[in-house]
């Protein structure tokens, strides 16, 4: 799920018109519904009555429109905090990443954060995970991306997203085709 998709869920509950939220998003009405389905598939569940105009939200739906909020508020809100950190470290970013960061999404990182602070400086360094967290802890980063952090006195963890963990079985396993 991309935060596209979920803009879209939030969108869709919001108008209750599948046809006035892809306008909004500025996809034909095809891609939005396409969008939404393959969300459902994902999900296993329908989020919308389709059979009623205008739509009407399942339980599911529901219940799914709630953490799409949280998970859009909180990605706001580390783009607020990472925009006011790097306003504060004199154009210079100091960012500490545990390597499978680097390996999957730091390309984009480095390119979100060149194209809204095109003076500034992203600064990573990639570590073990409890080396991140001494970073942040110690100074020597501003910013630490890791897994399974909490909160203490020295640092503040936030979430900024969710993963999808899965179960993995080899193909003549009970389980394969479940």
């Known amino acids: 799920m991309t935060l596209a998709n979920l803009r879209l869920i939030r969108d869709i509950a919001h108008f209750r018109n599948l046809s006035k939220a892809a306008k909004l998003h500025e996809i034909s009405q095809s891609a939005a519904s396409q969008a939404l389905q393959e969300v459902e598939r994902e999900l296993g569940t329908s989020l919308f009555d389709r059979s009623t105009r205008p739509l009407a939200i399942t339980p599911a739906g529901k219940l799914y429109l709630e953490y799409c909020r949280d998970v859009l508020r909180r990605h706001e809100e580390f783009e607020a905090s990472l925009e006011r950190l790097t306003k504060e470290t004199s154009g210079t970013a100091r960012l500490a990443a545990i390597y499978s960061v680097g390996l999957s999404e730091m390309a984009e990182i480095e390119e979100r954060f060149s194209a809204r602070f095109p003076q500034g400086q992203l600064q990573v360094q990639y570590l073990r995970p409890e080396r991140v967290w001494e970073a ?35 193909p003549e396993h009970a389980l394969a085709h479940r």
């Open 136 to 170: 942040v802890a110690e100074d020597q980063a501003d910013l630490g991306l890791m897994s399974y952090a909490e909160s203490s006195r020295e640092v503040e963890a936030l979430p900024s997203r969710e993963e999808e963990m899965v179960v993995a079985v080899g």
